[in-house]
């Protein structure tokens, strides 16, 4: 009797034994394929989440629904997010301070535009490095690493102060940006494998490690379709399966992150967009330059383009007149000459003269054209990115606002950009 109550507890030890999760130090195929199709939904939710946080024809309390599953994406996590909202030059932020920032860009900017094309697929690399879990076994662990690119077409705007020739105003410029989403596959404080991103990040360019052309090649020929706004039942969808599937925490859990920024945001108030947009006057055409001072993306273009339009109008227009007065001078001392030869003389001068006089002539008028002209393209240009972008940024009915949100009326603005294209 005693023998056989020994051999049952030593079963049901076994049971309990084999129940319980045997921690794993290395992944199978069958694990990264797990881990990929989680990683996509983090991927997918994530740039979803922020075409809905700068779409301002949505109701706030949707657009705070889409912060907390993008917090949920970075639960206990440190990662980096950068990204160009402010200034031509990319800045890092925190999940938090990131989807702030999107949310107070998409009010307070007279221009913010976003387009993604994602990527098809990708793969997970063990790399050639371990973990050790110092606080439970001290057992070397695999970690596997793994990259996603993203295509984005954006468009923002710049201020420009006011100076002793224009009011405030800004300048929207487009940028073909490359972005790369790394994700880590390592051991957390159980023992257990689990999936982080731990940085989004604008890939140069000048980055020799990556071959950019192919890249975004791959990613324009992908099955996916460029995306500038979310559709709410995909969106849901998605939500739904990454919720079932473990990648989001709970519902409930996602609710309360929601609260949680609600109440900690209820008294902010963005400040009201208070930029206009002032199309090209009649003297703006005709005094090269003047207007120029107004279209680009940074100080040195404007001033740039300002002083060249300027300065080649000015000078062939002063060359002009003076040539064209010791042109008439000449000509005088030639018809009051005494002797042949002085009159031929200064009948050579006067031609000489005349001639310089046609040429800076003909310089100023072409200034005056190609300044124009130039112009002319500027707020084109200016334009038809706007078009583009305002879809995503019109006034909303003030029903729609809580949380003392302001939402402003787009004010649009006339400036030549520069434009970085893929």
């Known amino acids: 009797m005693r023998k056989f109550l020994i051999i049952l507890l030593c079963i049901l030890n076994l049971e309990n034994i084999l129940a319980q999760e045997v921690p794993k130090y290395e992944l199978d195929s069958i694990d990264l394929l797990s881990f990929k199709e989680e990683a996509k939904y983090k991927y997918l939710l994530f740039f979803e989440s922020i075409l809905n946080l700068i779409d301002t024809r949505l109701d706030v309390e949707d657009r705070y629904r889409s912060r907390s599953v993008m917090l949920g994406l970075f639960d206990n996590s440190t990662s980096t997010i950068s990204d160009i909202l402010y200034s031509p030059n990319p800045t890092s932020y925190d999940p938090y301070t990131y989807g702030y920032e999107l949310l107070k860009g998409s009010q307070e900017l007279p221009v913010l535009y976003k387009r993604f094309k994602y990527s098809d697929d990708f793969e997970f690399k063990r790399k050639s490095y371990k973990g050790v879990n110092l606080e439970t076994d001290n057992k070397a662990y695999d970690i596997y690493e793994g990259e996603m690119f993203i295509l984005e077409k954006l468009i923002k705007s710049t201020e420009i102060p006011p100076s002793l020739i224009n009011n405030p105003t800004f300048n929207v410029y487009v940028a073909g940006l490359l972005k790369k989403v790394r994700f880590k596959i390592a051991h957390n404080g159980q023992r257990e494998y689990e999936l982080k991103i731990t940085s989004i990040d604008i890939l140069s360019p000048n980055n020799k490690a990556y071959d950019h052309k192919k890249i975004i090649k791959s990613i324009e020929l992908s099955n996916y379709k460029w995306s500038d706004q979310s559709e709410e039942e995909y969106v849901t969808l998605l939500t739904n399966e990454a919720i079932e599937k473990g990648v989001l925490p ?48 940074n100080d040195n273009s404007r001033f740039f383009k300002t002083i060249l339009y300027g300065g080649v109008f000015v000078t062939s227009a002063s060359l002009s007149v003076y040539n064209k007065i010791q042109s008439e001078r000449s000509y005088n001392l ?6 042949f030869r002085v009159s031929n003389d200064h009948y050579k001068y006067a031609n000489t003269y005349h001639k310089r006089f046609i040429v800076g002539t003909g310089v100023a008028v072409a200034s005056m054209i190609v300044n124009a002209v130039h112009l002319n393209y500027s707020h084109k240009s200016q334009m038809k990115k706007i078009d583009q972008s ?8 003030s029903s729609n606002s809580s949380f003392g949100f302001l939402i402003p009326k787009l004010n649009l603005s006339s400036d030549f950009s520069l434009i970085w294209k893929l």
């Open 250 to 297: 709970p519902a409930d859990t996602l609710n309360k992150i929601k609260e949680a920024i609600i109440e900690k945001e209820i008294n902010l108030v963005f400040k009201q967009d208070t930029l206009r947009y002032k199309k090209p006057k009649f003297v703006d055409y005709l005094i090269p330059g003047y207007a120029h001072i107004r279209y680009g993306l």
């Open 390 to 397: 305002r879809k995503n940024k019109i006034n909303n009915n």
């Open 334 to 339: 030639h018809q009051n000459a005494i002797t």
